[in-house]
């Protein structure tokens, strides 16, 4: 059986192996030494610690494959003069499509009323963190210590140091083609081991699916069910419409192939509910499996998980206006503007790991005047949205890539077309593309 499959049929089993979990450590009648076996040993014990060993295994693959990576697109990136266009045109299709998730949010949620009959008794116990100024923000991309941003993990630094230095190579003449080769070298190596490890996914995916389902009571989502389903819709929606309509609009490509390659890539972020741990699977399945250039993909990729994220900006216009029509505020034209604006740059801001959306939502609430201990009221369900918000992150940075790759003909339309092309196991290297 393909790894991919093994992939989703370990996510179904995750899921139902984990409700049942649930119904017996929540069942009455269930002894106590069962309920401490299955509870203490099995879940808090097995499934956590396999759990937790998959997601460091993805994360630690994430510093050297961004470094790599993109080292070696920004060097191999033959003529100069596009790297300042990419750049530009990345940006736009980033903030452009998270605006356009967040103004389809604030539709769709006035539209639903999902806030419109919910009865306030939350007690107002958030706590708000204080953003830091946008000068220390801008200034903090640029790194003093490369080698303090990758032990930190400091995404954006690790980018500007490694544009810098593909750069270097690529001016340094003959010292800089045996570095050069030396990095794609390693960029080979190290995306053999995302191969390798991405054979231990269907344990990881199971173990930390099982724990989730069996800890989280589904009941949480029916007082919230309104609220629940608007998010969900909204983000199908994105995630099936619009993106369908980009790809074929900018790129004429067809959308279907995309959602099928970008399956396992969406149970990786669904299972972590993390866009930085899947990053190396996104990557991978991207460059290899629908043909984007590395010179392109090096650095769309590894950026638009740091700062891309639709799903996390649909679920804060949902909330946003879940909250205010539960608090009775009625929002103005000029709230929803601020509402698209501060979003999609929370969004932005939002770090790569599960749950942060809701912490930024504290300043999308803020900058609309709505009250931040709003965000009591949907803690519930969160982890669960969190997960379909990172298959909808991933998704788009996907997307995203292809058009610019696309536009810049750095990208192998036979590769995209092949169902085949980078497939689980094939191991050879021969769906990598040539380089420019
Ligand atoms: N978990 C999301 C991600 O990593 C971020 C969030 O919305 O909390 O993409």
């Known amino acids: 059986m393909s790894l991919t499959n093994r992939i989703l049929i370990s996510m179904v089993v995750g899921v139902l192996f984990g409700s049942l979990l649930n119904l017996l450590l929540h069942g009455a009648g269930v002894p106590e030494v069962v309920r401490t076996a299955l509870g203490d040993y099995l879940v808090g014990g097995l499934f956590d610690v396999v759990g937790r060993i998959f997601v460091a295994s993805l994360k630690l693959l994430v510093v050297p494959l961004v470094l790599v990576s993109l080292i070696c697109g920004s060097s191999s990136l033959g003529d100069r003069s596009r790297m300042g266009p990419i750049a530009v045109k990345t940006l736009v299709f980033y903030l452009g499509t998270t605006a356009v998730a967040v103004s389809v949010a604030l539709l769709f949620a006035v539209f639903i009323g999902p806030g419109n009959h919910v009865a306030l008794g939350v007690e107002a116990n958030f706590q708000v963190s204080v953003a830091p100024p946008l000068a220390d923000v801008l200034v903090d991309i640029f790194p003093s210590n490369p080698v303090k941003a990758m032990a930190e993990g400091k995404m954006l630094q690790i980018i500007v140091f490694a544009l810098l230095f ?28 995302v191969e390798v490890l991405m054979e231990l996914a269907p344990y990881g995916v199971f173990a930390l699916l099982a724990k989730l389902f069996s800890t989280m009571g589904i009941g949480a989502i029916l007082d919230l069910a309104a609220y629940f389903f608007t998010v969900l819709a909204v983000l ?59 010179s392109v993909a090096g650095f769309t990729v590894p950026l638009g998980a740091t700062i891309n994220m639709d799903g996390t900006a649909i679920m804060q216009g949902v909330a946003t206006v ?115």
Do not use: C
């Open 322 to 436: 879940f909250i205010a029509q539960v608090y009775g505020v009625d929002l103005s034209m000029t709230a929803f503007f601020t509402i698209i604006l501060t979003a999609t740059l929370a969004s932005v801001g939002t770090a790569a790991v599960p749950g942060v959306g809701l912490i930024t939502l504290a300043l999308v609430l803020e900058q609309a005047g709505l009250p931040v201990e709003g965000i009591a009221l949907i803690i519930g369900v969160d982890r669960l949205l969190d997960m379909v918000r990172t298959a909808v992150n991933v998704t788009g940075d996907a997307t995203v890539s292809i058009i610019v790759a696309r536009s810049e003909n750095q990208f192998d339309e036979q590769v995209y077309l092949d169902p085949r092309a980078g497939q689980d196991r094939d191991f050879s290297d021969e769906g990598v593309l040539p380089r420019a």
């Open 166 to 193: 593909g750069y270097a190579i690529s001016r340094a003449g003959e010292p800089g083609r045996r570095i050069a080769s030396f990095f794609r070298d390693m960029e080979s190596v190290v995306m053999k081991m």
């Open 236 to 294: 199908l929606f994105h995630a099936l419409v619009v993106y369908s309509l980009m790809l074929r609009g900018f790129a004429g490509l067809s959308p279907r192939i995309l959602i099928a390659k970008m399956r396992p890539v969406w149970v990786f972020a669904f299972s972590t509910a993390s866009s930085g741990a899947t990053l190396p699977v996104t990557l991978r399945t991207v460059e290899r499996r629908m043909g984007v250039h590395n």
